[in-house]
């Protein structure tokens, strides 16, 4: 099992502002994911961070407005850029070892835009 | 393209009896399927899990059934209880290094267990 420290956990955000979001794992692990559930919507997975690569972005997600740092094996962070209302969602931070095997998931950051 | 989809939005049931939650996928290179518990402020939860070699797992109250296929999987909880009531993903991951560790998910089901 991973236990996953997530923060902050909750913000209220300023249109145009950016936010770092961080999430901190009690182990090694060679893949983290960022994921974002929009409000009554599903999860739906933004990027997975490697360490020491480029972070893998999935249809619809850019790096410029969703930059990823992975500078070692038990730290991310995720960067919403030049936010808007549209950005309002929870972002959850996750980790699986292998396949075949659950994911963790941070507590999640809930992200309000105004 | 919703590749893991679960059609009802919330399911309402009286404590002790059955909750059946309802799962359908597209992608018949899916070969690994999870339930996950969500409350609010919390992140999701890992309840049950199959392989696609198996067709039933268990582990106490919970059963995962999968149908391949029909491409659907079901969860069974028996018999529920007031502390179920929360939202209910299904995800599903496929073969290889990079599409076996992500998952993809379905759109939740609101269970509410009434007294």
């Known amino acids: 099992s991973a236990v996953i420290s997530q923060k902050p956990s909750r913000d209220i955000c300023q249109r145009g502002t950016s936010l770092t979001i961080q999430c901190q794992v009690d182990s090694q692990v060679t893949m983290m994911f960022w994921y974002r559930q929009q409000p009554g919507q599903s999860l739906t997975l933004i990027a997975t961070?490697?360490?020491?690569?480029?972070?893998?972005?999935e249809s619809g997600f850019v790096i410029d407005k969703f930059p990823i740092s992975r500078p070692n094996l038990t730290f991310s962070t995720l960067t919403v850029s030049n936010m808007s209302p549209e950005d309002s969602s929870i972002y959850l931070c996750?980790?699986?070892?292998?396949?075949?095997?659950?994911?963790?998931f941070g507590q999640g950051t809930r992200l309000t835009v105004v | 393209d919703q590749q893991v989809k679960q059609n009802s939005p919330s399911l309402s049931v009286q404590e002790g009896r059955i909750s059946i939650l309802n799962c359908d996928y597209t992608n018949s290179m899916f070969d690994y399927f999870l339930w996950y518990k969500k409350y609010p402020a919390e992140g999701p939860t890992f309840l049950i899990s199959?392989?696609?070699?198996?067709d039933k797992n268990e582990d106490g109250r919970f059963t995962v059934f999968l149908n391949k296929s029909a491409k659907h999987l079901s969860l069974h909880i028996v018999p529920s209880q007031p502390g179920d009531s929360a939202v209910y993903f299904c995800?599903?991951?496929?073969?290889?290094?990079?599409?076996?560790?992500?998952?993809?998910f379905g759109e939740g089901t609101q269970l509410t267990v009434n007294p």
């Open positions: 995800a599903a991951s496929g073969r290889g290094v990079t599409s076996g560790s992500r998952l993809t």
């Open positions: 961070a490697n360490q020491g690569s480029e972070a893998t972005y």
């Open positions: 199959i392989s696609s070699i198996k």
């Open positions: 996750s980790v699986r070892g292998q396949a075949n095997t659950e994911a963790f």
